[in-house]
């Protein structure tokens, strides 16, 4: 179960009526009395469709610890 998500770094690019948001989540679950952190790395494509954004596409991956 996710106890916590924090963005933590954001950026928005505007192109007309497309979008690309980059961003970056630190994410805290719980598990059978077990918690683990995760950073995930994500990028959401939107497009304005009929004067509304709309999400159409999305990715993460989770960012390895060093």
């Known amino acids: 179960m996710v106890v916590s998500a924090v963005i933590d770094e ?3 690019r505007v192109y007309g009526d497309a979008a ?3 961003g970056r989540s630190t994410e805290k679950s719980r598990y059978k009395d ?4 995760v950073q ?3 990028t959401d494509t939107w ?3 009929a004067g509304r954004w709309q999400c159409v596409a999305e ?3 989770n960012i390895t610890q060093k």
Request: hydrophobic share 45%.
């Open 10 to 12: 954001i950026k928005v």
């Open 20 to 22: 690309v948001v980059l």
């Open 34 to 37: 077990e918690g683990t952190t």
């Open 40 to 42: 995930v790395q994500w």
């Open 47 to 49: 497009v304005k469709r």
């Open 59 to 61: 990715h993460a991956s």
